[in-house]
């Protein structure tokens, strides 16, 4: 099969989430030898789990191994190139669909000997942690906004063997400092995609899906990336 920006952006995509939703059970699931281990080790496998989804999505055709719409939402309004835009979007919505449901299989024994319904469903997507509408749309937008600056930095300055590391690296300083309000989504397609994993998986035990909520980490994100863009752009960069 041939390697192209599509399947490169999907399974880039895919593991990312598998990684990420992955350390969001292994700490927060009845039973689990990570469980209750905190924040920091929850960051720390987002960022590790971007570093190698980069690798992997460039491995698998994507250069450019966006993985998220807020970052070829954010370019494409930068370079004024949209032709991509719809196909990568797609490619990583499936992608995130597809790691959240290997994460359900991954853990499947341990949803039955969880009670609480919000834990399973902040395994898939983000929430806030004081709801406040325009206190999480913020912290969104501010999240993406260093996403896509910093990014865009890492890619013009250092060296193509350390990129996805140190996008990595972005991301796990994000989650840190950054990512307490609302679970730092940046993201639509990781947010959206495995909130429509909860949905429709026979996950046991599990509640609802916090639609109210949902537009949030889809709506922050793209603000976010297109105020970077204009940013960037602003000063010539």
């Known amino acids: 099969m041939e390697t192209t920006n599509f399947i490169g952006e999907l399974v880039g995509t895919f593991m990312l989430i598998l990684f990420g939703g992955g350390v969001n059970a292994n700490t927060s699931l ?11 080790v929850t960051a720390t496998g987002w960022g590790f789990g971007v570093a190698l989804a980069v690798f992997v999505a460039q491995k698998f055709g994507s250069e450019g191994a966006h993985l998220n719409p807020a970052v070829t ?3 494409a309004v930068h370079a004024g190139e949209y032709a991509n835009v719809a196909s990568f979007i797609l490619a990583q919505f499936i992608g995130a669909f597809l790691g959240a449901t290997m994460v359900w299989l991954m853990y499947l024994p341990h949803w039955k000997e969880t009670d609480d319904q919000a834990t399973k469903l902040g395994i898939f997507c983000t929430g806030p942690a004081v709801p406040h509408t325009l206190g999480n749309i913020l912290s969104e937008v501010i999240g993406t906004f260093v996403l896509i600056v910093g990014v865009m930095s890492i890619y013009a300055e250092a060296d193509s063997g350390l990129k996805p590391v140190l996008v990595g690296i972005l991301v796990w300083g994000i989650g840190l400092s950054l990512g307490g309000a609302t679970g730092y ?11 429509i994993a909860h949905a429709v998986l026979p996950i046991a035990g599990k509640g609802g899906n916090n639609w109210s909520y949902a537009w949030i980490p889809v709506v922050g994100p793209i603000i976010g990336c297109i105020i970077a863009a204009y940013f960037l752009m602003a000063f010539g960069l």
């Open 73 to 75: 939402i954010g370019l």
């Open 30 to 40: 009845a039973k689990t030898y990570g469980n209750n281990s905190g924040w920091i």
């Open 185 to 195: 989504a940046i993201n639509p397609a990781r947010d959206l995609g495995p909130r």
